[in-house]
T-cell receptor, first 117, second 116 residues
Framework: AQSVTQLDSHVSVSEGTPVLLRCNYS??????LFWYVQHPNKGLQLLLK??????LVKGINGFEAEFKKSETSFHLTKPSAHMSDAAEYFC???????????????FGTGTRLQVFP | DTGVSQDPRHKITKRGQNVTFRCDPI?????LYWYRQTLGQGPEFLTY????????KSRLLSDRFSAERPKGSFSTLEIQRTEQGDSAMYLC??????????????FGEGSRLTVL
């Protein structure tokens, strides 16, 4: 079975400093992995996705994630945090072998990012 | 606004009452999903439709829950005889399933249910 584990429930950074949100996955085959962001009172929004192409994936708003099979990790990073990055971030795995299949996504428990001025 | 819309945004009900949520997906999207999110947890899959066909239901979806998408456009999620454990945010999402799709779900802002 596929699953994701988000290692931190809360992360606090100062504006302008790097962001690291950690995610480990479990899958019996090469998975499709995503990061979604949820701002207060807003719908979930896709940040980026990995589907067995390049292992370094670039997303919106300056976020990146690197797929590391040897470490079963898919950590989300950003070089410099902005106040507007404060939100809940979810690491997500698709249980399907087929790339881009979104039949039934499996979400992690989320990491709340706080950004201090 | 051409995004996914959900109604009502908030619903407070007494235990034992029935509630119904509505979701209007992005118009050209043929897939529609329902997820449930409780406090401190990530969204959990409930069910999804392709056009009007309900293709999969989670074991989380007890007999008290029923979802429909009668004309392949909007969808309703009904909960009968609500229980306090049903209190959650119910999220709707849509996507375009095609030979090549982006793997992206577009989510609504959710319908928050509180059962007293």
């Amino acid at each position: 079975a596929q699953s994701v584990t988000q290692l931190d429930s809360h992360v606090s950074v100062s504006e302008g400093t790097p962001v690291l949100l950690r995610c480990n996955y479990s899958s019996s085959y090469s998975p499709s992995l995503f990061w979604y962001v949820q701002h207060p009172n807003k719908g979930l929004q896709l940040l980026l996705k990995y589907t067995s192409a390049a292992t370094l994936v670039k997303g919106i708003n300056g976020f990146e994630a690197e797929f590391k099979k040897s470490e079963t990790s898919f950590h989300l990073t950003k070089p410099s945090a902005h106040m507007s990055d404060a939100a809940e971030y979810f690491c997500v795995v698709s249980p399907s072998r087929r790339a881009y299949n979104t039949d039934k996504l499996i979400f992690g428990t989320g990491t709340r990012l706080q950004v201090f001025p | 606004d051409t995004g996914v819309s959900q109604d009502p945004r908030h619903k407070i009900t007494k235990r034992g009452q029935n509630v119904t949520f509505r979701c209007d997906p992005i118009s050209e999207h043929n897939r529609l999903y329902w997820y449930r999110q409780t406090l401190g947890q990530g969204p959990e899959f409930l069910t999804y439709f392709q056009n009007e066909a309900q293709l999969e239901k989670s074991r989380l979806l007890s007999d008290r829950f029923s979802a429909e998408r009668p004309k392949g456009s909007f969808s309703t999620l009904e909960i009968q005889r609500t229980e306090q454990g049903d209190s959650a945010m119910y999220l709707c999402a849509s996507s375009l399933a095609a030979g090549w799709n982006t793997g992206e779900l577009f989510f609504g802002e959710g319908s928050r249910l509180t059962v007293l």
